[in-house]
Structures are given as structure tokens and as C-alpha cells.
């Protein structure tokens, strides 16, 4: 594989540099109440068996949740994300991540604290396979 050339990179992190794995740090320790509903569901393997990743760097970009295995990311958007920027910034991100190779999902802030088995349900059926 050559330098940069990220469409052929199948590692998971997808050519993604130092200062985001700082950055992924620092929003380790800033998780909102969602985020942290839905960790406390998919960490230490729990969830199917399966490694989920927080907070982790992918390419240009940060996600939320990765699941390496199945090539899934999990997105939990607040509020902002209903502002026509920020949806056009959401879709230009995904338009980077699925060209990877990688589906992104999504739910919001309300969705995972009210209704957390459903979204659960949602995320076994995109592992199915």
C-alpha cells in the first residue's frame, strides 16, 4: 500500500494521524450521558461477544463507537446535529466513511437514553453475518 493512499487501507484506523488519537483521548473523558449509556452496554466485549471502540480515529475523522469486525460505526448526535450545516458536515463525513468500506449508523442522545434495547436491537442486526 502506498503512503496516503487511504481507499486501499484496511487497517482501522484508515491512515488517521497523531493528533487525532489526542484528540480521541480528550473525548474519552468528555463522553455525554448517551455516549456513556450505550459504552456501558458495548464495552469489554460484552455485547455479542464483540470489540467495540470508543472515541476512535478514523482517518480525518473521530466516531463514536467502531466495531472492526463487521466494519460498523455508531454515531450518537445531539441536537446541533439537526441544523442544516451540521447535517451537511454529517453526510460529507459519512460519504468519507462509507467510501472506506465502513457503514455508519445512527441514533440520537434521546433515542439511546430512552430507548436503549431498541437502539441494542438495531446495532445486533447490522452484526448479523
Known amino acids: ?5 487511504l481507499q486501499n487501507d484496511d487497517s482501522m484506523w484508515k491512515g488517521a494521524c497523531a493528533s487525532g488519537f489526542l ?7 468528555t463522553m455525554t450521558e448517551a ?12 455485547f455479542q461477544g464483540l470489540k ?17 469486525q463487521h ?12 441544523a442544516l450545516e451540521q447535517i451537511e458536515k454529517d453526510q460529507k463525513r459519512t460519504d468519507f466513511l462509507n467510501f472506506q468500506g465502513l457503514r455508519v449508523i445512527r441514533f440520537t442522545n ?10 441494542l436491537d438495531e446495532i445486533r442486526e447490522c452484526c448479523k453475518g
Not at 23 to 29: D, H, M, P, V
Not at 35 to 45: A, G, Y
Request: charged share 30%; with cysteine.
Open 110 to 119: 434521546e433515542q439511546v437514553i430512552t430507548e436503549i434495547e431498541c437502539v
Open 71 to 82: 466494519k460498523l460505526i455508531i454515531e450518537v448526535d445531539g441536537a446541533y446535529h439537526s
Open 1 to 5: 500500500m502506498k503512503k496516503n493512499d
Open 52 to 68: 467495540f471502540r470508543r472515541q476512535h480515529p478514523i482517518g480525518i475523522y473521530i466516531v463514536d463507537f467502531y466495531c472492526h
Open 35 to 46: 455516549e456513556i449509556s450505550l459504552w456501558e452496554r458495548l464495552k469489554s466485549n460484552q
Open 23 to 29: 484528540k480521541a483521548q480528550s473525548l474519552r473523558i
